[in-house]
């Protein structure tokens, strides 16, 4: 059902209890997530983004409550992945013709999306829609996260339409921050950041800065993900303000896969030198053939240090290391130094291999690292313990 924010604004989403896994099995969506949608009334009537298509003909049915759809007398899209998008085709079927506002990027994914010859109208910063009393501006923010993104301002209503900027996969029925557990909410905000807008943070630090000198006046801050910043909104601005450059916290992050406990003693080892050696910094270890990877690439992007470690298998090192490593690449975290550790029976090249790896990521690499064969003894844990401690030394 509709749900009143103002009394111009409705949001006419969709919550999606059940996802806990988005962008194919790249995500992880423990607390579900939701598709906002905004209708807005005035003289004449705007609607900002749809929902994903699996969803399409439930969105287009419950929005027939709301409204006769011949009285929508504007689309908006913000971006156009296909979780925004996704009842576009189902909605246009009822009201063809209907004008949609977006960039020329925008207007580019739908077409290669869809493949309709829709009436689409494209918009560039500064640009406005008026619906009567209330003007729409529009502000391109491409990258964040993909090129055809914006944002939509509503002035009477102070109102900032930020679509996949400042969300978070949060499943509520309750609309608003100051409704729900903070520590949850923020978390998952941090979490999409780390996983979905970090790689563009350069992008992201000047459309903040932008968006800051416009000085707008803001009120609510409407994303199209997760609930609405209502309590202090602008403290998720400058939440993204801190995390777009090179955010880091006192943390040393250990993450390791291990065959036969061999590289989690050492890792365990390894942490206890570190807490000795600096018992104010927080050390987080994970295993990553067990522990969520979107988790652990969210601690990645706090510390300021990270650990690597993984026995050699086949001349290489564990698959699940591996797929950590590229995704965290992907990522282009900054501001961290690393190192790898690791255990092996002959051969012994994970470490160098993986010191190549977190090297490509963009991190800088304290020192080559540290390696036992078999398992390690109260000698080899004790050299462990001592390289946790120079390690801390070396990152404070």
Known sequence: MAKQITDRVSWVGKIDWELKRFHGDELSTEHGSSYNSYLIKDEKTALIDTVWQPYDKEFVSRLKREIDLKEI?????????????????????????????????????????????????????????SLGKTTLTFIEAPMLHWPDTMFTYMDTDQILFSNDVFGQHFASESLYNDCVKECEVMYE????????????????????????????????????????????PMDIVHRYQQWANGYQENQITIAYDTMWQSTRLMAEAIAEGIQKEDPTVTVKLFNVAHDDKNDILTEFFQSKAILVGSPTINNGYSFAVAGILEMARGMKLQNKKAAAFGSYGWGGNAPKMISDHLREAGLELVNDGIKKQWVPDEAALLECIEYGKDFAKQTK
């Open 73 to 129: 007398d504007y689309i908006i899209m913000n971006h156009n992945e296909v979780d925004h998008s996704g009842a576009l085709p189902e909605l246009l079927r009822e009201i063809p013709g209907t004008p949609i506002y977006c960039t020329k990027k925008g207007e580019a994914i739908i077409r290669g999306h869809y493949h309709e010859d829709w009436n689409i109208i494209t918009v560039k910063t500064g640009d406005t829609l």
């Open 189 to 232: 905000a941090e979490k999409y950041y780390a996983n979905i807008i970090n790689l563009y943070s350069p992008m992201c630090a000047r459309k903040v800065d932008e968006l800051l000198k416009m000085n707008l006046p803001i009120k609510l801050i409407c994303p199209s993900h997760g609930i609405i910043w209502k309590e202090n």
